[in-house]
């Protein structure tokens, strides 16, 4: 879907302007099943800027978002190699708009999940700091011709991950970090980063 169509289409549903249709993550599902919206992430809890990208790599908010320090009493429990779903929308609320929009085609770049071990995934000031690692990575598919964040479009917005059979077992935060790169060759460099936790 163009990027006109998607505004003629929230106009169409009486939605707010959406500016520039950044995105953000807002539904975790286990092994294909939604835990509900907003249910066990970390989201900021700034409704009209909650979908804007971070606005400098050195912030600690690069953890788990903005109020991502923020523990939330929701756990999803899983199990080794349960698939992890992120979902990813340019309107948090989809109750206003068509499920499925999930980012401006503008967008290309790359994303990671990553995890870190910690002990109540319950608890505030997890994030930030040492004990992060990578369990997925995805770029440019140069067969397709197409990055990742443009294969999330037709994909209802979905990122995925396998947990790690050897992940020990106990507390962990997961970690969606979605990179567009439009801006990135830019003056001044402007990389987009999309990032939350569950
Ligand atoms: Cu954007």
């Not at 929230?10 to 907003?38: C, E, I, K, M, P």
């Not at 598919?141 to 917005?157: F, M, Q, R, Y």
């Amino acid at each position: 879907m163009h990027f006109s169509q998607v505004k003629i289409l929230l106009v169409a549903a009486g939605a707010v302007h959406l500016t520039n249709a950044h995105t953000t993550f807002t539904n975790f599902f286990v092994d294909r099943v939604d835990q509900g919206d907003g249910t066990a992430v970390h989201m900021s809890n700034n409704i009209q800027q909650a979908t804007y990208p971070l606005p400098n790599v050195t912030t600690p908010d690069m953890a788990c978002g903005v109020n991502g320090e923020t523990g939330v009493a929701r756990i999803a429990s899983v199990n080794a190699g349960s698939n992890l779903t992120f979902e990813y929308r340019a309107v948090p609320d989809v109750s206003t708009v068509s499920r499925g929009v999930s980012i401006d085609l503008n967008h290309k770049g790359p994303y990671a999940i990553y995890v870190k071990k910690v002990t109540d995934s319950s608890a505030s000031h997890n994030a930030a700091g040492d004990g992060w690692f990578k369990i997925m990575e995805d770029g440019y598919d140069s067969v397709a011709g197409k990055w990742c964040t443009e294969k999330l479009i037709p994909n209802d917005g979905h990122l995925s991950a396998t947990v790690p059979s050897d992940l020990a077992p106990g507390y962990s935060l997961v970690r969606a970090e979605l990179l567009a790169l439009h801006q990135a060759d830019k003056t001044p460099p402007d990389p987009q980063f999309y990032v939350g936790c569950a």
